[in-house]
C-alpha cells in the first residue's frame, strides 16, 4: 500500500471514529434528556392522584390488561427458571448432602430478586412497549391535540389510568412468579433429587422471612411506576411521523431495563443496609 492510499485509509478511519463518537453521545444526549422529561411527567403524575376515583374504570382496565394478558408469559417462565435453578443448585448440593436446603434458596432468590425481575421484564416488553406506541401513534395522529384542545388534560386522562394500574397490577405479578418458580422448584427437588416435598416446604419456611417477601412487592410496585412513566413519557414525546412511534417504542425498553436495574440495585441496598439492621 502505497503512502497516499494509507493515508486516505486513515482519514476514512478518522472519519468512521467520529461518526461512532457522535453517534453515541447524541444517544447519551437523548436518553438523558428523555430522563428529565419522564421525571417532569412524575411530577405532575404525583399531583393528579387525586383524581384516581374519577378514573377508577380506565385503572381497572389497565390492571386488567397489563395483570391478566402477561400471567401465562410469565408464569411459563418463573416456573422453568425454578426448574433451571433446581436442576443446578441441586447439582451443587447433592455432593455435599445439602440438597435439603433447596427450597429455602429458590424461595428466597424468587422472593427477593427473580420474581419481581421476571414481572418488570415481562411488563416492560409487553405493557410498556404498547403504551409508548398506543400513545405515540395518538401523539401523531394529533389525537392529543384534540384533547388539549377540549380542555382535558392528557396527564389525568392517559398517564395517570397506565401509572396506577401498573403499580396494582405488578405486586400481583411478582406474587405470581414467586408461587410459580418455588412450584417449579419443587417438582425438581422431587423428582430429580427424589426429596420430599415436606422437607422442599419446611426448608422454605425456614429460610423466607417476611421482609423478603414484602420487599419483593415494594420493588416490584416501583418497578411498575418506572415503566408506566417512561413508556407515557416516550409515547408523548414522539415526533417524525410513524418512524418516530418505532423509535419511542424501542426507546421505551431499552430505558426501561436500564432504569429497573438501577433501582433494583438501589432498593435492594437500602432493605440490606437500612431496613434490616432497623428491624433486627
Same mark, same amino acid.
Given at each position: ?44 403524575? +404525583? ?56 427450597? %429455602? ?29 398506543? +400513545? ?10 384534540? +384533547? ?35 412450584? %417449579? ?21 425456614q429460610f423466607l422471612v417476611p421482609l423478603d417477601f414484602y420487599s419483593g412487592l ?27 412511534? %418505532? ?17 433494583? +440495585? ?15
Amino acid at each position: 500500500m502505497d503512502r497516499g492510499s494509507s493515508t486516505q485509509f486513515a482519514s476514512r478511519l478518522a472519519r468512521g471514529q467520529t461518526v461512532v463518537v457522535e453517534g453515541a453521545g447524541r444517544e447519551l444526549v437523548q436518553n438523558a434528556a428523555s430522563a428529565g422529561r419522564a421525571l417532569m411527567l412524575l411530577s405532575d403524575v +404525583l399531583g393528579s392522584l387525586g383524581h384516581v376515583p374519577r378514573a377508577l374504570p380506565s385503572v381497572l382496565k389497565q390492571v386488567a390488561m397489563s395483570g391478566f394478558g402477561s400471567l401465562f408469559v410469565l408464569a411459563l417462565i418463573a416456573g422453568l427458571t425454578g426448574m433451571i435453578m433446581a436442576v443446578q443448585t441441586g447439582a451443587a448440593l447433592e455432593p455435599f448432602g445439602a440438597t435439603s436446603q433447596l427450597g %429455602g434458596i429458590i424461595a428466597v432468590t424468587f422472593c427477593r430478586e427473580l420474581g419481581p425481575i421476571w414481572a418488570a421484564v415481562i411488563v416492560l416488553a409487553r405493557v410498556g412497549a404498547a403504551i409508548a406506541a398506543e +400513545l405515540g401513534t395518538m401523539v401523531v395522529n394529533e389525537e392529543v391535540d384534540a +384533547l388539549r384542545c377540549m380542555s382535558v388534560d392528557p396527564v389525568r386522562y392517559l398517564v395517570l389510568p397506565r401509572f396506577v394500574g401498573l403499580i396494582i397490577a405488578m405486586p400481583l405479578l411478582a406474587a405470581l412468579a414467586d408461587a410459580v418458580g418455588m412450584a %417449579g422448584g419443587a417438582l425438581v427437588a422431587t423428582t430429580m433429587f427424589n426429596q420430599p416435598l415436606e422437607t422442599y416446604l419446611d426448608s422454605a419456611r425456614q429460610f423466607l422471612v417476611p421482609l423478603d417477601f414484602y420487599s419483593g412487592l415494594f420493588k416490584a410496585a416501583v418497578f411498575g411506576a418506572i415503566i408506566a412513566i417512561i413508556a407515557c413519557a416516550r409515547g408523548l414525546g414522539t415526533r417524525d411521523g410513524a418512524e418516530g412511534v %418505532g423509535r419511542a417504542t424501542t426507546s421505551s425498553v431499552v430505558l426501561n431495563v436500564i432504569f429497573v436495574l438501577l433501582a433494583d +440495585l438501589i432498593l435492594t441496598w437500602a432493605v440490606q443496609v437500612i431496613v434490616k439492621p432497623v428491624l433486627g
